[in-house]
Each structure stands twice: as structure tokens, then as C-alpha cells.
T-cell receptor, first 114, second 118 residues
């Protein structure tokens, strides 16, 4: 079983639609959770961290369910510029020292159509 | 702030040659740098973690003699792909973490280096 699993998509949605991505992680000791966005042939960029209480940033809402080891990202009123691959990222453990590793899901591809 | 650069952004080389990729933190001291590899339509896979002044820690399955990592200063890490072969063609991305930068676990990514081995 992969450490972080995502539905690869692709999700093709019309402009203005609401779309939701899901992600599950296998390591129950995971401490931190993130959604990154990666455009084609570019580096990933942090979209938002995910907190147990859920958090919202404009049109984006992230939720974490520790009991189910499940993370979600909701995008409302999708724009053409939201087209990208969305990566679910988990920090699987807290190690000693300063190193903090991240485990990436394989990403969910979103295309917003005009 | 928290800008990470990589050089070169892309490179094409012949099989058997060695390629060096540089990763620099431009406005902060990177105590830890990470090297990732990403094949088309796949996830980023961590190759190794390096702390300044110490040997890199390689992930299982990554040959340390083939992928040489040097983190000689707090702003520079290099990855050298030795005797590159076509199967090494990939997108190599570095990231860096520094003291007092971003949230506790945030890493700042370089723009990546696309390596094509002919």
C-alpha cells in the first residue's frame, strides 16, 4: 500500500464548478499535512497546510480526519488558472534534528474548462 | 523571501557523462536540503536528505555512488549524476529548509532541473 494515495484523475470540470479531491495516508503517526500545487514541468508550490479543525483560504478548503487518515481539498468557483496537478503531502514522522521529510502523493490532475 | 534556485534548468547529455546540478538558497541558510526525482506522471520521490557539513542520507534503492551529494555550505548543495544513462532522465528537484523559515515543516522548492540523457 502506498504511503499517500490519491485519485489520479484527471478531473475535467467547467469553470465555476466545485471540485473535491481526496487523499488517504497509511502512517497513523503522521504529524503534518499539506496540499501542494504543481503546474506542468514546474516545481510544486505550497497551496495550504491542513489542520485538524479544517481551514479555508479563499476558494480553497482543506479538511483532515485523523481517525480515518483522510485529507480533502475543496475548490469552489473553479477558475481556468486552477488547472494543475494537486499533490497531497504528508510529513510521516517527527525525526530528531532538523530534517523533516515529506511524502508526496502521486497527484490529482485538474483541468478547468472554459 | 525563501527563494531556492537550481542550475541548470535543463541539460541534455550523452550516456556515460556526469552531470552536476546546483541547488542554492538565495536568502536564507538552508540547514537541510532534500533532493527529489520525478518521472513523468509520477510523484516526487525523495532521493536523499543532506544536512550541511555531514554526509547525505540516501533513501532505499538510491545508489549513493551514482548520485553524489555535497552540502558544503549553508546555501549550496550539489547533486552529481555520475555516468548518466537514459534511465536517469528525469526531473530533479531540490528543496531546502532553514532556521526560522516558514512553518515548522515547510520546505521551499527549487524550480527543478530537467535531465535528458541520450
Amino acid at each position: 500500500r502506498k504511503e499517500v494515495e490519491q485519485d489520479p484523475g484527471p478531473f475535467n470540470v467547467p469553470e465555476g464548478a466545485t471540485v473535491a479531491f481526496n487523499c488517504t495516508y497509511s502512517n497513523s503517526a503522521s504529524q503534518s499535512f499539506f496540499w501542494y500545487r504543481q503546474d506542468c514541468r514546474k516545481e510544486p508550490k505550497l497551496l495550504m497546510s491542513v489542520y485538524s479543525s479544517g481551514n479555508e483560504d479563499g476558494r480553497f478548503t482543506a479538511q483532515l480526519n485523523r481517525a480515518s487518515q483522510y485529507i480533502s481539498l475543496l475548490i469552489r468557483d473553479s477558475k481556468l488558472s486552477d488547472s494543475a496537478t494537486y499533490l497531497c503531502v504528508v510529513n510521516p514522522f517527527i525525526s530528531s534534528g532538523s530534517a523533516r521529510q515529506l511524502t508526496f502523493g502521486s497527484g490529482t490532475q485538474l483541468t478547468v474548462l472554459p | 523571501g525563501a527563494v531556492v534556485s537550481q542550475h541548470p534548468s535543463w541539460v541534455i547529455c550523452k550516456s556515460g557523462t556526469s552531470v552536476k546540478i546546483e541547488c542554492r538558497s538565495l536568502d536564507f541558510q538552508a540547514t537541510t536540503m532534500f533532493w527529489y526525482r520525478q518521472f513523468p506522471k509520477q510523484s516526487l520521490m525523495l532521493m536523499a536528505t543532506s544536512n550541511e557539513g555531514s554526509k547525505a542520507t540516501y533513501e532505499q534503492g538510491v545508489e549513493k555512488d551514482k548520485f553524489l551529494i555535497n552540502h558544503a555550505s549553508l546555501t549550496l548543495s550539489t547533486l552529481t549524476v555520475t555516468s548518466a544513462h537514459p534511465e536517469d532522465s528525469s526531473f530533479y528537484i531540490c528543496s531546502a529548509r532553514g532556521r526560522g523559515q516558514g512553518s515548522y515543516n515547510e520546505q521551499f522548492f527549487g524550480p527543478g532541473t530537467r535531465l535528458t540523457v541520450l
